[in-house]
């Protein structure tokens, strides 16, 4: 059985911090023993999407998973979560942590997120505040959350103003991305998971991006070695800038292409499943590229290659392609207020030279971002 193990080590004031990313196929059946370091004799709490659980039945994957980490525990107790956005919120934080004080948990427990970014980022952010900081394991169940949320320790859950601004700063222990998993996604959850994939192709690795285009059809088909490459060179780029910038202070903030736009867009569709994260993604990412564009960076042809990435994907590129979705001009640059990028008022977007080469740019001019959304809505 191929597996590949990607390091993400951080330096940090007091001592260093290395954790592997496990990528491989049907590698779950081996949780226990890549696990056994992190959960042996230690009582043990699975935060998990309740997708892997239909009247009141636990899916076969879950369930073989929960008997393998019971092999090495002292304890395992099961706490479901919905996966949707929606529930990302302060409200479903403290019922999560009140249930998991409720086992008597002590400073020695290990929270294990299996699900896609939605349940990565929440227990995450459980395991940083409860008992002021204990430790996590990834699971990531989604191409979106394998590729992207699972590695570099960001978590945190929604507020009314804005997507993702209440969290912490809190790495997992270890990371396992089993390909074999994403076979039960439904089709527009995985398609909506390659908008992340194109972004690290854009931003720092052509010759990635080239290779996507290349091998659309085989990793829409699932195959194993495409799929295994995608999530190990995404995790690799990934691990190479937040080494470098844990905390976004510089250049980790090259990982939001497309998210100032994304998320201002998710959040006018209050979570409700019109428009998901990596939807929104793909029309932010293809809105940076025209704002590039007309702000005399990138080329007409880059932005002409990254739209029919999208388009053959699956993917929007445009808010116009979005049925019954309201959206004004005003109200989109309200919500950039409130883009963690923003400084002094001032607000900072990632754009691209080229395909391959993303920069921020601070201080955008407010007045061209309006010419220039006028026309994109």
Known sequence: ?????????????????????????NILTKANNLLKKYIENKKIIIIYDNFFSSKNVLDKTFMDFFKLIQENSLSVNLIPVSGGDQTKNMLQLTNIVEQALSYEIDRECVIIAFGGGVIGDIAGFVASVLLRGIQFINIPTTLLSQVDSSV?????VNSKLGKNL???????????????ILKSLPEREFRA?????????????KKFFNWLELELENIFNYESFQLEKVIAECCQIKAEIIQKDEKENGNRALLNLGHTFGHAIESFGNFDGKIIHGEAVAIGICMAFKFSNMSGFCSKADVERVLNIFKKSKLPTSLKEIKNFSINTPEMIEKF?????????????????????????????VNHLIDFIDKEI
Request: charged residues 25%; hydrophobic residues 40%; positive net charge.
């Open 193 to 205: 998971g390659f908008a992340e994939v194109i972004k690290y192709g854009l931003i720092k690795n």
């Open 152 to 156: 570099g320790g960001k978590t945190g």
């Open 337 to 365: 207020k409130y883009d963690k990028k923003t400084r002094n008022n001032k607000f900072t977007f990632i754009l691209n030279n080229k395909i391959g080469e993303s920069f921020i740019k601070n201080d955008v001019n």
């Open 1 to 25: 059985m191929k597996m590949e193990i990607i390091n993400v080590s951080l330096k940090k004031e007091i001592e260093s911090l290395s954790y592997p990313v496990f990528v491989g196929n």
């Open 166 to 180: 209440i969290g912490s700063f809190h790495q997992p222990l270890a990371v396992i991305a089993d390909i074999n």
